[in-house]
């Protein structure tokens, strides 16, 4: 039986995003491996048949003995394992897992998720991430990306210019998330669906909740996300005051966006925002930051809108010129995000991509 090795920093996004791959491999007859931290959603995905590895990482902190310690525990685990191909998704699997892969010579296939902060800022760190990615994926089968300008800047500085492929993000089910009535327009519900962090957006998020129901007191805001940083206590207040809903890690986003009319990420940094996608996909228009990841989720002005990045006015602006429109605009908009992803994000295409490179 070939075995196929999965690294990821997080089960939640194999689960949420990459579950249709995993049972595509089972139902062809792959043993299927998972090397991720612990999480609640590990016990689903080893219901699907896929074999579980605890290796533990830090997903936002550098540490070099940590990091060093990642490596040789993925090196054990292809020497156990021996798979006939590893997929990795992020950072530090990408970069690690690749180098750990070196020696085996173990096709290896990584998917660039995003750039983020760390690798565009060009300081010291960033250099030294480059150099560390040239290392790694000198010898590589393929690396996935998620929008053209993330790919553009690995050919740039000639990391895997000739292996380098394009995919539409992690797709997104249309089978699962399929278009839900729109809800009535008494109250506007908007809703932020992320991890709790600054890069996403959730600083100028809240800004702009003050600024919308200072005019326009019939709306409501939703948070969707566990707490990457600390703004458990500004939610808390927040919450009390009635300014915004938080409902924490939501298992199943089809209940909370069946109440929605808008799906609003101000985020600073995406690969391909699933979080749109799955949003679109219900029928919900959306309002995000026009940045590679974001932008290409939507048409401005007729499935959503794009704001500045970083500007809570606009945010605040565009939430207002949502709230303005009449309840059928609304309704069309969202009809209108369906088709868009619909014609061109089924995930199904990010499935067969990567069965060709298991054929390949």
Known sequence: MKKVLILANHAITIYNFRLELVRRLVQDGYEVHLSAPYSERIEDIVKEKCIYHDIELERRKTNPLKDYKLIREYKKLIK????????????????????????????FVANVTGLGSAVESGNLLSKLIILMYKFAFKNVQTVFFQNEKNMEFF???KIAADRAKLLPGSGVNLQHFTPLEYPEDKTVNFV???RIMKEKGIEEFLSAVKLVRDKYPNTQFHICGFCEETYEDTLKQMQESGEVVYHGLVKD????????HCVVLPSYHEGMSNVLLEGAATARPLIASDI????????????????KVQDKDDLAQKMIQFVELPHNTKKEM??????????????QIVVEAYMNEINS
């Open 80 to 107: 156990e394992i021996q798979p006939d191909i590893i997929f990795s998704y992020t950072i530090k699997p990408n970069i690690y897992g690749a180098a750990a892969a070196k020696k085996s010579k173990t096709p």
């Open 155 to 157: 050919k740039n500085r």
């Open 192 to 194: 932020f669906i992320s």
């Open 253 to 260: 986003m089809r209940e909370i966006l069946k109440d929605m």
């Open 292 to 307: 590679p990841g974001c932008r290409e989720t939507m048409i401005d002005g007729e499935t959503g809108y794009l704001v």
């Open 334 to 347: 969202g009809l209108r995000a369906r088709k868009y992803v619909e014609e061109r994000f089924d995930r």
